[in-house]
């Protein structure tokens, strides 16, 4: 019964039927959709899973088709001793995994990332020198699909008076137009940017940060030309930095703990480092000695 890759649903209850008679006991998991017929679900918590008899089977039933394949590998790593099953008919479809309790394999990472954007996939990118265990997770289906698709993805100059943030902006605006040149020449162009001011108010503005310019610029028409901008393909350079790295995607963080030395995800993936890159969401962020807000992101 397990030597397919695809079962239906008939052939599912047959199986199941099959299985209890031989003494195990099948349970299925609840993960997202309605629950198959009249059977009882329990809702996905592997600490629980794990106490259950030797001799359970347990039958993971899960989203459409397309999401659920891209799952596959991950339950595949996460689950030793595993065999696990595509099942459907029509919309019915969704993925068995027939696993026994004490194979649960909670692996440890390194590192765990939650956001898939330009900020997950550089920090990805440059841990990744240091570590081959980091997973980048995203509930969208991919990567650069918050902000960082939406963006322009200009590089420019921040105009304005001196102060840290504007200091960090001109570093990072060298250090990503060097890095992009030299790594992956085909997704910048670095054709320069005009700035133009938008009224008379801005233009008065501009005037006051002359004295503060970080890079020459030459006066046009109606606005300044400043040869350092660039324009860039965001989702090709995401996808440039996080290559290497391990992603699992439509998998949304809804909660994170801490025991003495991990940080616990939806109770079921464990990490030595947590790194929250959630853009504008801000919502897994319990920061209670300084506010936090989200500076730019998607609306
Ligand atoms: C319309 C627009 C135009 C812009 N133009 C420019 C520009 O020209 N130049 C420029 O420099 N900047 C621009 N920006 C700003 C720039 O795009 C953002 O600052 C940058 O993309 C933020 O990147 P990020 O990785 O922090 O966030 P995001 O790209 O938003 O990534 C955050 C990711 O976290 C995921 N996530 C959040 N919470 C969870 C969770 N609980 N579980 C799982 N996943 C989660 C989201 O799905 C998302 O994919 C623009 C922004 C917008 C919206």
Redesign the pocket.
Known sequence: MFEKDEWTQKEFYKYKNELEKEGAKVVLVDTILKPLGNMKTITYNPYEMANMPENTVFVFYCDTGKTTKERLPFYRKNFLNTDVFLYGEEEDIGVLIINHPKSINMKTYDYII?????????TAYFLSKYTDSILL????SD??????????????PLLGKPNKFKDLVTKALNFSTDFYLNNIPKEITNCGVVRIPKNKEDAQKFETYKPYMDFPYEKMEDGYYFKIGS?VN?YNI?SYLADKVEKLFD????ATEQNSDFRIINGELKAKNLI??????I??IKEKYFNIRA?????
């Open positions: 939650v956001g898939a954007g330009i900020a997950g996939c550089s997770i995203d509930r969208n990567l650069a699909q918050g902000a960082s698709g939406a963006a322009g993805a200009f590089l420019s324009q965001s995401c998998y949304e963080v809804l929250l890159t959630t853009g504008a969401d919502s897994l500076v730019w992101g998607q609306k």
